[in-house]
């Protein structure tokens, strides 16, 4: 399924758009971008037809994000799926104009380390600003990361996207979008066939697979999922041992912390400081995993100076 517009799905079937709906038989099931669906009826994806959606295969991945902190029910924050069955989560930040939020980033690889996604950062306006200050930030982290400037080559980002289905995410004015329509040329054209197809409109809210082009005859090139309407990744659903996983540089420091730690700045006992001290992890991890927490109990989910 490659879209979700107003109650229509389009899925690819023999590599060809159709419109689809939900059949009531599935209940409150949500089906989302990514997900492998069986249809019956109206196959032909000829103009007017529509096919249902009887059953949704079963998802290897998730990735999920609670929803803003305005943008919540009488029960709580709301969780939304941002996609199914991903293989990778490619966050994209710039290097300069906006300056690179390390924030945004480490919710993201908190958000994809719970989904069991790799992580893979794309750092654009590789010409305006050196990447040594965030990979630095990183270094603990072994984080696979590939640079791009505009009208650079791109050859090392389509080799880490080939035969993967990837969320792009992004926040705006980092070149996210640019990338997309460099990736895949007719992308405006295939949004359109979508949302004919649909009879709606790709919004900025919603999520669109998109095939990338064959470079070598019998290649897998993989897709991309664009999320133009995805942000931030609020947390507030991921447990505290996801949350700590998120920090790979940091779990090895909680060894020495006492039964029940909850490693906060108020926790005297907590042996994560002490292991920032020693070099193991830059400190403004520790903050950044701190502020993560603050946010699950009820703080404002903000990053900081750089609001990530």
Same mark, same amino acid.
């Given at each position: 399924?490659i879209?979700?517009?107003?109650?229509?799905?389009?899925?690819? #079937?023999?590599?060809?758009?159709?419109?689809?709906?939900?059949?009531?038989?599935?209940?409150?099931?949500?089906?989302?971008?990514? +997900?492998? @669906?069986a249809?019956?009826?109206?196959?032909?994806?000829?103009?007017?037809?529509?096919?249902r959606?009887?059953?949704?295969?079963?998802?290897?991945?998730?990735?999920?994000?609670?929803?803003?902190?305005?943008?919540?029910?009488?029960?709580?924050?709301?969780?939304?799926?941002?996609?199914?069955? *991903?293989d990778?989560?490619?966050?994209?930040?710039?290097?300069? +104009?906006?300056?690179?939020?390390?924030?945004?980033?480490?919710?993201?690889?908190? *958000?994809?380390?719970?989904?069991?996604?790799?992580?893979?950062?794309?750092?654009?306006?590789a010409?305006?600003?050196?990447?040594?200050?965030?990979?630095?930030?990183? *270094?603990?982290?072994?984080?696979?990361?590939?640079?791009?400037?505009?009208?650079?080559?791109?050859?090392a980002?389509?080799?880490?996207?080939?035969?993967?289905?990837?969320?792009?995410?992004?926040?705006?004015?980092?070149?996210?979008?640019?990338?997309?329509?460099?990736? @895949?040329?007719?992308?405006?054209?295939?949004?359109?066939?979508?949302?004919?197809?649909?009879?709606?409109?790709?919004?900025?809210?919603?999520?669109?697979?998109?095939?990338?082009?064959?470079r070598?005859?019998?290649?897998?090139?993989?897709?991309?999922?664009?999320?133009?309407? @995805?942000?931030?990744?609020?947390?507030?659903? @991921?447990?505290?041992?996801?949350?700590?996983?998120?920090?790979?540089?940091?779990?090895?420091?909680? #060894?020495?912390?006492?039964?029940?730690?909850?490693?906060? $700045?108020?926790?005297? $006992?907590?042996?994560?400081?002490?292991?920032?001290a020693?070099?193991h992890?830059?400190?403004r991890?520790?903050?950044?995993?701190?502020?993560?927490? *603050?946010?699950?109990?009820?703080?404002?989910?903000?990053?900081?100076? +750089?609001?990530?």
């Amino acid at each position: 399924m490659i879209a979700v517009d107003r109650g229509r799905y389009t899925c690819m #079937v023999d590599d060809a758009p159709l419109t689809a709906m939900r059949a009531r038989e599935l209940g409150r099931k949500s089906v989302v971008v990514g +997900d492998r @669906v069986a249809l019956v009826g109206d196959v032909s994806g000829s103009t007017g037809s529509l096919a249902r959606i009887v059953r949704i295969g079963e998802r290897t991945s998730v990735l999920r994000r609670t929803a803003d902190d305005d943008d919540t029910t009488a029960e709580g924050r709301v969780e939304r799926v941002v996609v199914a069955n *991903a293989d990778q989560l490619v966050i994209v930040s710039a290097l300069a +104009d906006p300056p690179p939020r390390t924030g945004f980033i480490d919710r993201c690889l908190v *958000a994809a380390y719970d989904a069991g996604i790799t992580p893979l950062l794309c750092l654009t306006k590789a010409d305006l600003a050196g990447p040594a200050e965030v990979l630095g930030y990183y *270094a603990e982290l072994d984080l696979p990361h590939v640079l791009s400037e505009p009208d650079g080559d791109l050859g090392a980002l389509r080799e880490a996207l080939a035969g993967r289905v990837s969320v792009m995410v992004g926040h705006s004015g980092v070149g996210k979008s640019t990338l997309v329509n460099r990736l @895949v040329p007719d992308a405006d054209r295939a949004v359109g066939v979508v949302s004919a197809v649909g009879k709606g409109r790709h919004t900025s809210t919603s999520a669109v697979a998109l095939r990338l082009p064959a470079r070598r005859r019998r290649e897998d090139p993989g897709w991309i999922v664009d999320t133009p309407g @995805v942000r931030s990744f609020g947390l507030a659903l @991921v447990s505290a041992e996801s949350l700590l996983h998120g920090f790979p540089d940091l779990v090895e420091g909680t #060894v020495d912390c006492p039964p029940n730690c909850e490693h906060t $700045e108020t926790d005297p $006992e907590c042996a994560l400081p002490a292991w920032v001290a020693a070099g193991h992890a830059d400190v403004r991890r520790l903050e950044s995993y701190r502020r993560l927490l *603050a946010s699950r109990s009820g703080g404002d989910g903000l990053e900081g100076p +750089d609001r990530g």
